[in-house]
């Protein structure tokens, strides 16, 4: 009997020992992989079958390194962008700086005089305005996307702050001319919004139209949903070409042959990111040279 209790024991000691050299045999192994992960090897994954005692470790293990090389993936890709968003800014503020100063220059050393003279004055006051929106443009944007800014949501009614936001747009049609059809039912909409945010949305939406869209006419719709309220904002101007839709809300995105020299490239991607704070969605549906169509949907107050 004592025999047997022994043998039993040695066979149980024998099979936790071949246990665990594998399960040491495994470590050393995950601990190579992750060694080769760490020294730029992003293809080693790290293998177990599904009844091995170590499988969700390695599982986790594998997931947490996916994880990691996604977001340093997206990290340079960023900071290309940002290269770039600041080279294009850069251009963008010289170009119309130094034309700036060149006219003060002309001005202030009496080249030009009388009626011309005048004529530089107001071309340096519309260049400064430029600076001043590529500045504005710059800082609203960095703002939104280190998250400095705070919104506060508040229960608001929708349609009469649409009205009261479109009302001073009224005047900038009839200037230009530009058609409009604006749709706002008479009941009330509650959305739970920053008002702030909304406000520099539709303007921003609209300005977009005003300066780049090639426009003469613009419609401007707001209505119930399902559970949303849904704001449109359409033009029959230029349009966008299919391929160039999915970038459309990417920061720096111009369409040279769709779009005027004007602009930071900043106005569309600040929109999304302003709808996104609102806890909303907008979309873009365009046919070159017959209309944009802008949807915003927001959540309606439950």
Known sequence: MLLLIIGTLCTIVVLMLAKLCR?????????????????????????AAPNDITSSICYKVNEIVYDLHAQIIEFKRAEELNKQLMTSLSHDVRTPLTTLIGYLDAVNKGIVVGDEREEFIEIARLKSHDLKEHVNKL???SKLRSDEETFVLHNVELTELTRTIL???LPVFESIPMKYDIT????QIMVQIDKDAYFRIINNLIQNVVDHSGANCISIHVA????????????NGKGVLKQDLPFIFSRLYKIDQNRSHKGS???????????KKLQGTINVQSEPNQNTEFKICLPLVK
Not at 184 to 187: A, L, R, V
Not at 265 to 275: F, P, R, T
């Open 23 to 47: 399960i040491t045999s495994k470590l050393n192994e995950v601990y190579e992989i992750l060694t080769d992960i760490a020294a730029g090897d992003k293809d080693r994954k790290i293998l």
């Open 139 to 141: 800082f609203e944007w």
């Open 167 to 169: 009302q001073d747009w």
């Open 184 to 187: 706002i039912p008479e009941q």
């Open 224 to 235: 119930e949903q399902g559970t949303n309220v849904v704001i449109i904002v359409e033009d």
């Open 265 to 275: 490239g900043l106005g569309l991607s600040i929109v999304q990111q302003l709808v």
